[in-house]
């Protein structure tokens, strides 16, 4: 009935639009079905049974880190800000690039070596020997903390696109685009994530090339516009305009994050062979380097056509400029590109959450072996939980995308990061001192946010961004692990294992 009264109030334009979001649909629904059948065990559901080739790790793991910040936030920031927002870009693709190069190779080798460890939680906890899984139920409980948070801006991202396109309810479309989310993550897994992320990142790379050639070249006197807003806003092309150097930095911190992305590093775990992993960071890095300068673009252009009528909501110019210069068919597709950029993220986090939560369920039952058939339908009741609780917190129409990402995204970052790379560096290490580094990133984060939320002076003196705090909570994480790895007790079989396989696997 809902589908049947929104056909009736539709402008016929619409109509081309819902046929090519059917045939989305039906591919992405396809994809899922087939991957369902090809996920007979645990390790297929969760990881792929280690199995992705390299271009698939690539463009899964750049379409879910890209998500709706890459055709939303982006092009919005830019409309806003110009070209002083071109800091973030530059600090993703460094941190990208360095977390491919630093991580991907070791992470992959490691957590394989380490009792085939398929999640982050069973890996830090093999890694360090924590036979009691204490380790791996604070791990689990930390993630599902900051990806519940994470995946409400993809949430919102959704929920909006789906209002701004059908004039929906806000609270209508978060539960329609919520429940298309989660069913194609749940039938699926991890392959059927995977696989639709090759399709979906395409998509959004070529959506991306298209705009801004074809909105340029329909605007009239295009350069003459410029000279007008460089005449009347000179700021505008300024690289430091409106942001001081706490800011910068604010902007560059973000580029920390990566390597606590479990989303993110996930992806090097599920690839076959750590040959193809070259191949892979080019062609993901290659894809996030023109993307972000399409994008970027895309918000100069807005800033050109809107500066006499600006735009209320700046986060959607990607949409508003795809509906003025392309006919409802190809407007289609793009709008199926934002799609798939809010879904290739959301899909990710609610997975990852899942396992986690599953895994907690599992240790407080003493259930060490399940067969795989009611693990995977466990993991699936765990999508479904998550989405709903990241659906309740995203049920507030004011929420940005920005102000959604930006503390999971550090929380993350600051909780795991520090973590990873030292357990993938530094074989003394210790159990105690990856407790030590996960709980002080984390709860840095959460008291910079409570101080941020009561506009503590120091962040308004500086004018620090969002992202800022994952600096110091970074070098925070690092300290404590340092520290307490060296005041505790050794683990001589720990140790001997790791500088066996660093041997073996000449890395």
């Not at 989310?181 to 790379?205: E, H, K, N, P, R």
């Not at 929380?411 to 709980?439: D, E, Q, R």
Request: charged content about 10%; proline content about 3%; overall charge positive.
């Amino acid at each position: 009935m809902l589908l049947i009264s929104a056909l009736k109030i539709m402008n016929i334009n619409l109509i081309p639009i819902i046929i090519i979001l059917i045939i989305y649909s039906f591919i992405i629904y396809s994809i899922s079905i087939f991957a369902s059948k090809r996920s007979k065990s645990i390790s297929d559901y969760i990881l792929g049974d280690r199995n992705l080739n390299g271009f698939t790790t690539a463009m899964s793991a750049g379409a879910s880190d890209m998500s709706s910040w890459l055709l939303t936030a982006l092009p919005g920031l830019v409309y806003l800000n110009g070209f002083s927002t071109i800091w973030m870009p530059i600090s993703l693709t460094i941190g990208a690039f360095l977390n491919w190069v630093l991580v991907s190779k070791r992470l992959r080798i490691f957590s394989e070596k380490f009792n085939n460890s398929l999640t982050i939680p069973q890996y830090l906890s093999n890694r360090f020997g924590n036979k009691g899984n204490s380790l791996r139920l604070i791990t689990s409980l930390i993630l599902i903390f900051f990806l519940t948070f994470y995946a409400v801006a993809g949430f919102v991202s959704a929920a909006k696109l789906t209002q701004i396109t059908f004039n929906f309810d806000y609270k209508v479309s978060l539960i329609l685009s919520a429940i298309f989310i989660v069913t194609y993550t749940a039938i699926g897994g991890f392959l059927a994530v995977s696989w639709v992320d090759v399709f979906q990142g395409i998509l959004m790379f070529f959506s991306l090339l298209i705009v801004p050639f074809i909105a340029y070249k329909n605007i009239n006197n295009f350069s003459e516009k410029i000279q007008e807003i460089i005449s009347n806003s000179p700021n505008y092309f300024n690289l430091f305009q409106g942001i001081t150097y706490g800011g910068i930095i604010s902007l560059f911190a973000w580029g920390l994050g990566y390597v606590g992305q479990p989303h993110i590093i996930g992806r090097f775990m599920a690839i076959k062979s750590t040959k193809q992993l070259p191949l892979a960071r080019n062609i993901c890095t290659f894809w996030m380097f023109i993307a972000m300068i399409c994008a970027f673009l895309v918000g100069i252009i807005g800033n050109v056509y809107y500066k006499l009528q600006p735009l209320e909501d700046p986060e959607s110019v990607f949409l508003k400029i795809s509906q003025v210069f392309f006919n409802p068919w190809l407007n289609g597709i793009l709008l199926c590109a934002v799609i798939s950029s809010i879904m290739s993220t959301v899909s990710a986090l609610i997975l990852m959450s899942a396992n986690s939560l599953i895994e907690i369920f599992l240790k407080i039952l003493k259930k060490n072996k399940i067969n795989n058939k009611k693990h995977i339908w466990m993991n699936r009741i765990g999508i479904i939980f998550i989405s709903s609780i990241s659906v309740f917190i995203a049920s507030d129409p004011n929420l940005t995308i920005m102000q959604s990402v930006a503390f999971p995204w550090c929380g993350l970052g600051a909780s795991f990061g520090p973590v990873i790379i030292m357990s993938l560096y530094w074989s003394k290490m210790t159990y105690n001192g990856a407790v030590a580094g996960i709980l002080s990133g984390g709860i840095f984060v959460i008291i910079w946010e409570l101080l941020v939320k009561f506009q503590f002076s120091f962040i308004d003196k500086f004018k620090l961004l969002p992202g800022f705090c994952l600096l110091p909570a970074f070098t925070m994480s690092i300290f404590f692990i340092y520290i307490i790895s060296l005041m505790d007790k050794k683990n001589k079989d720990i140790i001997k294992t790791y500088e066996i396989i660093e041997k073996v696997n000449d890395i």
